[in-house]
């Protein structure tokens, strides 16, 4: 499922998702709420982001982006596994104070490699705020519903239309129903 941006709606995508035998479904233009998982991690993602901007103006976006990610995937769990055991069959290790030994307890040889594990730290931090705010749990807790109801061909409907430039909706129609898509209508 994606959303109607041109990078989902070019010959390349779909000669690729025809190769690959992939069905691709898109969601409604103007309507970010029907693609909602997608959404609410990309909100958790600018969020950390602006925290770790905040903090680190001196670093390059780019490297504060990989760092957001690299803290959301490594903390998320999935059935118990994280996205790197996932993957790599196998948690990195990482010196910490827990498991920390000797070596690790002494101090850092390299400052570019303090840099980076201060920025981890930092991005992790940023996560977990990042996760603990209740706008973005309370948007986690609701769930998305399709409505239901199921529409006639040649039947009547309203619908809402997000206008980017002046960043306000707007409820259009009457419109007729031509087919219904699950909860897509045209």
């Known amino acids: 499922m994606t959303d109607n941006g041109g990078e989902f709606n070019s010959d390349e995508f779909r000669e690729v998702a025809s190769i690959l035998n992939i069905q691709v479904g898109t969601t409604t233009a103007f309507s970010p709420y029907q693609n909602g998982l997608c959404e609410q991690v990309h ?3 600018d969020h950390m982001l602006m925290k770790l901007k905040a903090e680190n103006s001196d670093l390059h976006l780019e490297t504060l982006l990989f760092w957001a990610n690299m803290a959301k995937n490594s903390l998320q769990m999935r059935n118990g596994y994280s996205s790197h055991q996932l993957v790599f069959g196998r948690n990195p290790n990482v010196p910490n104070i827990l498991q920390a030994k000797l070596p690790a307890l002494e101090g850092s040889t390299s400052e570019v490699f ?3 594990l201060t ?3 930092e991005a992790r931090k940023a996560y977990i705020q990042s996760e ?6 309370q948007a986690l807790r609701s769930k998305v519903r399709a409505s239901e109801q199921v529409f006639q061909c040649g039947d009547k409907v309203f619908y809402k239309v997000f206008y980017k430039p002046e960043g306000k909706e707007r409820w259009l ?3 007729k129903v031509v087919f219904q ?6």
């Open 43 to 45: 909100a958790i993602t």
């Open 119 to 121: 920025a981890l730290h």
């Open 132 to 137: 603990s705010s209740e706008r973005i749990r």
């Open 173 to 175: 129609g009457p419109g």
């Open 181 to 186: 898509d699950g909860k897509v209508l045209l």
């Open 114 to 116: 303090q840099k980076d």
